[in-house]
């Protein structure tokens, strides 16, 4: 059989670059006549609220617009680009502003291309076998080529997220927590593999002008990279996508799952390298957070290092969907700030969707709905202080730690939209990080 082709290719210049990486890997040869062609990029956060780094954690507007040249070189005209960027479906806003500030607006006026927010579209329940169905946005489903441009990074669950992780954005919010189902089998990673099976033929083009460690957002640290890599084939960019960014496909769940359905080997031994050497432009990058764990607790590294003690804020799991993980990061700043020196009573913190408390502990924090649900009745439970909700309420989740006697300041969790701001600090007057990657002018 032949060997699938993939095309790795060092970012150098506007235009020549994105055109080069695909042509390596004849990645528009199958793309029909008149077709209506779907971009689906990866802007996985926005906020209106403030400036925050977009360096690897979306896709950049460089990229878009050149694959939008090529297209309209080739004579096509139906061009969308959808994305389905926020937790409430009601909030049109933000989607709008993402795609004016992106220069998608501009993309329209200049090259008569659509803009999607596919909240407000229609979704269609797919059946996907093995009785699993999710529901997809039918405007992607019903075109005639994607081209999914996610942002190479790594990511905190699954280990990278990159052409199948990008199309979870193309479900609706239920299908998404569906994903993080606690099923032991069937799980995110399984979800994930499958969700480039009812698409359309097309063309993958991982955009690593940036890359991202720790991902998916802003509080992961940003690197430029230089590098695109594409191919028609999804799971072959991704394979190699992995090992560019140091993780062999054999221990990423979902490429495990995708390529033993498929029949592929994961040693990219069936595909063809066009371009950089694999091996000398690969970096690891870092997926995980760090936890520690000993008698006084468990907790992140970072609160260990505090000297906190009586906490045991056990680590997330793949169940925890991203509405609870953005409230997440934001507990674990209030609970250091609130920290004064003095160990809190064996106080214990359950989130996702499988956790069970235990034994001993005094108090025992559920936050959201679904380890609420599971563990309300729990033997083990002494006392109970729950944030419900899904996602949880923000006031709820302060009233909890703060009955639990963690004296968290809700000043914070109402600034929650100035947060990402703050990171700006971090790349501020390094000349590799530019907003100009971001635009179309
Ligand atoms: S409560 Fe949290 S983990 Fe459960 S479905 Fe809602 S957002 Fe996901």
Not at 95 to 116: C, I, N, T
């Amino acid at each position: 059989m032949a060997k699938k082709i993939v095309s790795v290719v060092r970012y150098e210049k506007p235009h020549h670059s994105v055109r080069k990486a695909i042509s390596d890997c004849e990645g528009l040869k199958n793309l029909p006549g008149p077709a209506r062609v779907f971009i689906k990029p990866n802007i996985v956060f926005w906020t209106k609220a403030c400036n925050f780094p977009k360096w690897g954690v979306i896709t950049t507007s460089r990229v878009i617009e050149d694959v939008v040249i090529l297209l309209k070189e080739h004579g096509i005209d139906d061009i969308t680009i959808g994305e389905g960027i926020v937790a409430d479906p009601k909030d049109t806003e933000t989607p709008a502003h993402a795609f004016k500030s992106l220069g998608y607006k501009a993309l329209g006026d200049r090259y008569g291309v659509k803009s999607l927010n596919i909240m407000k579209r229609p979704f269609k329940k797919v059946d996907l076998g093995d009785g699993d169905f999710l529901k997809f946005n039918e405007d992607i489903l019903e075109s005639d080529f994607l081209i999914d441009i996610p942002v190479m990074k790594s990511h905190n669950q699954t280990v990278v997220s990159l052409g199948l992780k990008n199309l979870k954005g193309t479900i609706n919010i239920a299908s998404r927590k569906k994903c993080h189902s606690p099923d032991q089998i069937k799980n995110l990673h399984y979800y994930i593999s499958k969700l480039a099976d009812p698409m359309p033929p097309g063309l993958t083009l991982i955009d690593g002008i940036y890359s991202l460690e720790r991902g998916p957002g802003f509080d992961g640290r940003m690197r430029r990279t230089n590098l695109l890599i594409a191919s028609t084939d999804m799971l072959s960019a991704d394979m190699v996508g992995a090992k560019i960014l140091g993780h062999d496909p054999s221990t990423v769940p979902h490429l495990v799952y995708a390529a033993k359905r498929a029949g592929r080997p994961l040693d990219l031994s069936d595909i063809k390298i066009s371009g950089e050497n694999v091996n000398e432009v690969s970096a690891y990058h870092e997926y995980d957070f760090e936890y520690d764990q000993n008698l006084e607790g468990e907790m992140p590294r970072a609160l260990a290092r505090q000297g906190i003690t009586g906490l045991y804020y056990r680590k997330f799991d793949d169940t925890m969907c991203t509405y609870c993980s953005a409230l997440n990061g934001l507990i674990l700043t209030a609970i250091r700030q609130a920290w004064q020196g003095e160990a809190w009573d064996k106080v214990e913190v359950l989130t996702g969707k499988k956790m069970e408390p235990s034994p001993g502990m005094q108090a025992t924090l559920l936050i959201g709905q679904c380890i609420y649900n599971k563990n309300r009745d729990h033997p083990a439970i002494q006392k109970m202080f729950a944030a419900k909700g899904c996602p949880p309420d923000p006031k709820d989740i302060v009233a909890a730690l703060k009955q639990a006697g963690i004296e968290a300041d809700e000043a914070l969790f109402e600034q929650v939209d100035q947060l990402p701001g703050f990171f700006m600090s971090r790349y501020e007057g390094n000349p590799d990080f530019e907003e100009e990657f971001f635009r179309v002018t």
